[in-house]
């Protein structure tokens, strides 16, 4: 598995335009988003051999792009799809099947340009056994969990506010985040229900933009001027399709794909300098927290309050804003990975509490369908 270390990313970037873009559709972000990390890693579209995507199908992206990749992966497994295809691109290039892989997703998912039809068949899971019932989607199944850890472990809804309140700290530190206006806990207690125990500011945002992950073998990454951050780890899972078979509504696949990525790393929790956790909900964050091992279960309430993940905090989390005040376009995994090589490469170094000082090992962590699967990895810099 130590193969995992001849890989590395070398290029990452959005879309030019981020927020509200209604003059785009979701494949021109998601092309420039491409091309804009193509030109970090200082490479093009004729060196990309490796496409993976999830939502469009690679077909479709690749010939939006003007490319024959000679492998590709469309494992979709919703928001944490990128970290995993981190890991699969990883092994591709490892084995020599691959030099240069390219990860892209973006949606127009505030203006809704050039989307594909969404939504859950009459035939599948959700549409016989849950939307029936009344399930009312993500943020019902994921309140449905919360309010269950809540009950189980005495988590309170000011913990929960504390999540989205360190985010938005970070975010007004982040000149590309959608909400930077200053936000208390008593904001977010006041914001409106959702769907009890969320609050409009326990949800993420709904935006556009794009995202995109360029690697390469650690020997070709010698031969390019960006600085490279290897992959050393990584790990997937998933338990349940829909929330109703939820194995245990407290805990998520983070527990497998955590301790794999930490396993084949070979470093342990307090190593890691920077962590990107996908915000989802505030919930999200601190469920992943407990399952991949910062604490333990039934403890994230007290782990994440006090500001102990926001600036100045011990665990320095979602530096970007996340997908609380950053940006959420659909499904969020792909920007975790950008924020953490930006850290690890010490690209906000003239920005003061922006940048993570000496940043060497970030972790990177994605949640897809109803807290169904998830997509965890470890990088670094020498």
């Not at 497994?77 to 290039?93: C, D, K, P, R």
């Not at 599948?124 to 029936?132: A, K, T």
């Not at 989802?280 to 993940?309: A, H, P």
Request: with cysteine; net charge negative; hydrophobic share 40%.
């Amino acid at each position: 598995m130590n193969d995992a270390r001849q890989a590395a990313v070398v290029g990452v970037a959005e879309s030019d335009d981020i927020g509200i873009v209604p003059d785009k559709s979701t494949l021109q972000l998601q092309g420039e988003a491409s091309l804009n990390a193509l030109t970090d890693a200082g490479l093009t579209l004729k060196d990309v051999d490796g496409l993976f995507t999830a939502g469009f199908r690679t077909t479709e992206v690749a010939e939006y792009l003007g490319i024959q990749p000679r492998y590709f992966d469309g494992t979709h497994v919703g928001g944490s799809s990128f970290v995993v295809h981190l890991g699969h691109a990883a092994a591709a290039i490892a084995s020599g099947r691959i030099e240069v892989a390219l990860i892209v997703h973006g949606e127009s998912g505030r203006s809704g340009i050039g989307l594909p039809a969404s939504g859950s068949s009459p035939q599948g899971m959700e549409g016989q056994f849950e939307h029936p019932y009344g399930m009312p989607g993500a943020p019902g199944a994921y309140a449905m969990a919360c309010a269950r850890h809540m009950h189980q472990y005495g988590t309170t809804h000011e913990q929960l506010a504390e999540i989205a309140v360190a985010a938005r700290k970070w975010a007004q530190l982040n000149e590309r985040a959608f909400k930077r206006d200053p936000l208390s806990i008593d904001d977010v207690m006041a914001s409106p229900i959702i769907s009890w125990p969320f609050r409009k500011l326990d949800c993420c945002l709904v935006t556009d933009a794009a995202g995109a992950v360029v690697l390469t073998s650690t020997q070709r990454a010698k031969d390019l001027d960006a600085r490279a951050v290897r992959v050393i780890g990584w790990g997937e899972g998933h338990d349940h399709q829909i929330i109703s078979q939820m194995p245990d509504l407290t805990s998520g696949p983070g527990r497998i794909s955590g301790p794999d990525a930490f396993a084949m790393a070979g470093v342990a929790h307090d190593d890691i300098d920077v962590a990107q956790i996908y915000d989802s909900f505030t919930y999200t964050v601190l469920t992943t927290l407990e399952d991949i091992g910062f604490c333990n279960k039934g403890e994230g309430g007290d782990f994440v309050s006090g500001g102990r993940i926001a600036p100045g905090g011990d665990l320095a989390l979602n530096t970007s804003g996340g997908g609380l005040s950053y940006t959420h376009p659909g499904m969020f995994g792909i920007f975790t990975i950008i924020e953490c090589v930006r850290q690890l490469r010490g690209s906000f170094s003239s920005q003061g509490q922006r940048q993570i000082e000496n940043a060497k090992i970030g972790l990177v962590h994605g949640t897809g369908g109803k807290l169904s699967a998830t997509g965890t990895a470890i990088l670094a810099v020498e």
